[in-house]
């Protein structure tokens, strides 16, 4: 049975990207979290494994491939999360609400949520669709009541 890094290292591979250590981590650090993850926390946990140009050009190369998607909370602060397993550069499956918490201020991919298809004027074309749903999460209600 293979452990995380072949799994990742064999991702990075089927996408014609270089295996080097900064590419591990931040699929390591991705994969491990319940919520979408910022650049400033990432480049906090990462330290001075990465500069945040490399950590830019990761996030740049994993977004392009279909390895992540980016969602934007409600301060403009790009999120990112790891895709569908059904993703790639060319054909990419993000279309489900995202949930960003009022209380806690994380961002979760409701997977199970999915965004109907969209009937748009003749000429238009839509190449990314995204919605996202505020209010308290499940962890926070818990806390609460």
Do not use: W
């Not at 999120?79 to 806690?104: K, L, P, W």
């Not at 961002?107 to 748009?120: E, F, G, H, N």
């Amino acid at each position: 049975m293979e452990n995380k890094t072949e799994r990742f290292e064999k991702l990075l591979v089927k996408n014609g990207l270089k295996r080097t250590a900064p590419r591990l981590q931040v699929l390591e650090i991705l994969s491990g979290r319940d919520s979408a993850t910022s650049q400033p926390y990432l480049e906090q946990v990462m330290g001075k494994d990465a500069d945040r140009v490399t950590l830019y050009r990761v996030l740049q190369a994993f977004e392009e491939k279909g390895i992540i998607h980016k969602v934007l909370d409600q301060q403009g602060t790009a999120n990112y999360a790891i895709c569908s397993d059904g993703c790639s550069a060319h054909d990419h499956h993000d279309e489900h609400v995202h949930f960003n918490c009022d209380n806690c201020h994380k961002i979760y991919c409701l997977d199970t949520v999915k965004i109907p298809a969209l009937k748009v004027p003749a000429g238009f074309k839509v190449e990314h669709l995204n919605l996202i749903a505020t209010g308290i999460c499940a962890s926070c209600s818990d806390k609460v009541n």
